[in-house]
């Protein structure tokens, strides 16, 4: 099985900076660097939308409202996944939630993320 452990949300004002990062403890059978590792947002009322993704040859995505501001990357040998977030805005305020995809999506339990003055 996959957990997965994020940390770093937390509150912070309009044009600050957090750092995000995901965890990930894998079964055998599961090798964290041939996986690919995305973060997700969810804004209340608003439906889950992706913000980046990372496969196995660092390979990266990015939702339209986050490129420039935000960049992800990956530690293989800390199965870790971090999303540097820049240029913060209010539209940025949401749970944030950290994935893993190999055959199935596994899911983190989620970090709020609160852009305020």
């Known amino acids: 099985q996959v957990q997965l452990v994020e940390s770093g949300g937390g509150l912070v004002q309009p044009g600050g900076s957090l750092r995000l990062s995901c965890t990930a403890s894998?079964?055998?059978?599961?090798?964290?660097?041939?996986?690919?590792m995305a973060w997700y947002r969810q804004a209340p009322g608003k439906q889950r939308e992706l913000v980046a993704s990372?496969?196995?040859?660092?390979?990266?995505n990015y939702g339209d409202s986050v490129k420039g501001r935000f960049t992800i990357s990956r530690d293989n040998v800390k199965n870790t996944v971090y999303l540097q977030m820049n240029s913060l805005t209010p539209e940025d305020t949401a749970v944030y939630y950290c994935?893993?995809?190999?055959?199935?999506?596994?899911w983190g339990q989620g970090t709020q993320v609160t852009v305020s003055s």
């Open positions: 994935n893993l995809y190999w055959r199935l999506h596994y």
């Open positions: 894998v079964t055998s059978g599961i090798i964290f660097s041939i996986t690919t």
């Open positions: 990372i496969n196995s040859i660092a390979t990266t």
